[in-house]
T-cell receptor
Framework: NAGVTQTPKFQVLKTGQSMTLQCAQD?????MSWYRQDPGMGLRLIHY???????DQGEVPNGYNVSRSTTEDFPLRLLSAAPSQTSVYFC?????????????FGPGTRLTVL | AQKVTQAQTEISVVEKEDVTLDCVYE???????LFWYKQPPSGELVFLIR??????QNEISGRYSWNFQKSTSSFNFTITASQVVDSAVYFC?????????????FGTGTRLQVFP
C-alpha cells in the first residue's frame, strides 16, 4: 500500500494563480481531510469529507474548494492564490469513524505564493 | 467552545531527563477522543495514541506514558529517559464527532529538543 500520497511536494505560485493539490489514498478510507500548518498555529482543518460525494468545511475554508468524486481522491483547489495561503498542506485519511480514528497523513505539500 | 491548548511552545532537555508535555482541552461533549501525534524534523506526522473520554486509565508504552484526567481536562504526555531521537514537535488533538460534524482539532504543538 502506498498509503496517502500528495502531489506536488513543492509549488511556487504567483498571486492570483490557481492550482490543485492532489491527494489520494489506497486504503479504502471513508474519511479524508486537508490541513494547513503554519508556524505557531499548529494544524488547522480546511475541509473534510466523510465519504464520496460529501464534503464539509473545517476551521479555515475560505479560499479553498474541495470535491470528493471517488473514495480514493480528495483534491484541494486554490482558485486565486494569495500570499496568506503560503503554508504546508497535509492531507489525511482514516477509516470508519472519521475524526475519532487514527489519521494517516500524507507527506505534505509546501506551497509558496509570491 | 472546543479547543486544545498546548501552553508549552518549546521545551529543551538533556538526554535521559524525563519530560512532560501538557495538553488541556475544552469541549461540552461527553463523548470525545484525544490524540497525540509526533512530527519529527523530517516533517511527517506520526500517530502515537488515541484515548476516548470514557477511559481514564493511564497508558504506558515503553518510555512513553499518558495521563488522562477528566477533572482537569488534561491529557499529558511524559517521555521517560528522553533520547535525541525524541526531538520533534508534538501535537495534541481533540475529535469532535456528532450528527453534523466530524472534525479533528489540533493544538499549536510543543517543540521538544533533546540535547546529547
Amino acid at each position: 500500500n502506498a498509503g496517502v500520497t500528495q502531489t506536488p511536494k513543492f509549488q511556487v505560485l504567483k498571486t492570483g494563480q490557481s492550482m490543485t493539490l492532489q491527494c489520494a489514498q489506497d486504503m479504502n478510507h471513508e474519511y479524508m481531510s486537508w490541513y494547513r500548518q503554519d508556524p505557531g498555529m499548529g494544524l488547522r482543518l480546511i475541509h473534510y469529507s466523510v465519504g464520496a460525494g460529501i464534503t464539509d468545511q473545517g476551521e479555515v475554508p475560505n479560499g479553498y474548494n474541495v470535491s470528493r468524486s471517488t473514495t480514493e481522491d480528495f483534491p484541494l483547489r486554490l482558485l486565486s492564490a494569495a500570499p496568506s495561503q503560503t503554508s504546508v498542506y497535509f492531507c489525511a485519511s482514516s477509516y470508519g469513524g472519521g475524526a475519532n480514528n487514527e489519521q494517516f497523513f500524507g507527506p505534505g505539500t509546501r506551497l509558496t505564493v509570491l | 467552545a472546543q479547543k486544545v491548548t498546548q501552553a508549552q511552545t518549546e521545551i529543551s532537555v538533556v538526554e535521559k531527563e524525563d519530560v512532560t508535555l501538557d495538553c488541556v482541552y475544552e469541549t461540552r461533549d461527553t463523548t470525545y477522543y484525544l490524540f497525540w501525534y509526533k512530527q519529527p524534523p523530517s516533517g511527517e506526522l506520526v500517530f502515537l495514541i488515541r484515548r476516548n473520554s470514557f477511559d481514564e486509565q493511564n497508558e504506558i508504552s515503553g518510555r512513553y506514558s499518558w495521563n488522562f484526567q477528566k477533572s482537569t481536562s488534561s491529557f499529558n504526555f511524559t517521555i521517560t529517559a528522553s533520547q535525541v531521537v525524541d526531538s520533534a514537535v508534538y501535537f495534541c488533538a481533540l475529535s469532535l464527532r456528532s450528527y453534523n460534524t466530524d472534525k479533528l482539532i489540533f493544538g499549536t504543538g510543543t517543540r521538544l529538543q533533546v540535547f546529547p
